[in-house]
């Protein structure tokens, strides 16, 4: 078995547990190949006895790799999609961040996670995501989205208006400082902090949310994921932000915007014992209160 290391920065309380889980793989004899960003960053912080190999690409990713682990918070777990695109490759988040609802797996107690992903006791849970048509994609080939994709006002002055079709039918047009388009996966994120809906990721849907909307009567909308959505956006300014995830660009105001879910999926890998039940009432503190 070969396993890629992909991450990012991580604050020095985290030294000691990466390594071990690092030793603990090549002790297992697992071959371990590093993201050659993050190998930098690694050695700088500590030694091993052997020089670990290096991927730096799709390519790689694809043909030297059967998992990948991201070493990070969920910022980090998507900036993996660019790597993994469509290879199918399952994706193992190890949290150094804060929350991580998809960087579920904490490094105090990896050892019995790794324990569980190396003897096979873990699903595979498969995450819809979203692509991007638009003429001049300033996105290229990596034109998709696994949280959500957002088109946002540039400056802070004014509001833009954002046109929405479903299926070629008229919807509305949101008077906002931006549109979201989540996925379910993306419902604990961006969205959530937009009074959105949290959505099972099971749920084959997707998350129509205005940014801070000029409407007392609008509210996020829930339809299915086999829609196609157009967007076109004007204001006083005739460039607007687009963001897919992490990434952004601006766009003009002549661009139309067609979403639709992407088609191919992302795989997780979830360790026994986790659900994603368990990570909400985990990360968002449910069923705390002491009357329960």
Not at 33 to 43: D, G, M, T, W
Not at 145 to 163: C, G, P, Q, T
Request: proline share 5%; charged share 25%; aromatic share 8%.
């Amino acid at each position: 078995m070969t396993i890629g290391i992909y991450g990012t920065e991580f604050k020095d309380e985290f030294n000691d547990g990466i390594k071990d889980l690092i030793e603990s793989l090549l002790d297992r004899s697992v071959n371990v190949k590093v993201y050659s960003p993050f190998k930098a960053h690694l050695l700088s912080k500590m030694s091993f006895n052997i020089d670990l190999p290096e991927f730096s690409d799709h390519y790689q990713v694809k043909e030297e790799l059967d998992l990948l682990f991201s070493i990070g918070g969920d910022g980090t777990f998507l900036s993996t999609i660019s790597l993994i695109r469509d290879s199918g490759i399952p994706i193992l988040g190890i949290n150094t961040g804060r929350l991580g609802f998809l960087s579920t797996v904490a490094v105090p107690g990896i050892e019995e996670s790794l324990d569980l992903v190396l003897t096979g006791r873990y699903a595979i849970q498969e995450r819809g995501l979203v692509t991007l048509d638009i003429d001049d994609n300033p996105f290229g080939e990596v034109n998709y989205a696994l949280n959500e994709i957002a088109i946002i006002k540039r400056d802070s002055s004014s509001m833009i208006v954002i046109h929405c079709e479903v299926d070629d039918e008229y919807l509305h047009s949101y008077w906002a400082d931006g549109l979201l388009i989540a996925t379910p996966t993306g419902s604990t994120a961006y969205s959530l902090s937009c009074s959105g809906p949290i959505v099972h990721p099971e749920t084959n849907s997707l998350i129509i949310n205005p940014i801070a909307p000029h409407h007392l009567n609008v509210r996020p909308m829930i339809v299915p994921d086999d829609v196609c959505l157009k967007l076109k956006a004007d204001g006083r300014d005739d460039q607007f932000l687009i963001t897919l995830d992490s990434r952004s660009a601006v766009i003009r105001s002549d661009q139309e915007l067609i979403i639709k879910k992407a088609p191919f999926k992302i795989n997780l890998v979830i360790p026994e014992g986790h659900t994603f039940l368990s990570t909400m009432k985990n990360k968002l503190l449910w069923g705390m209160d002491k009357r329960n």
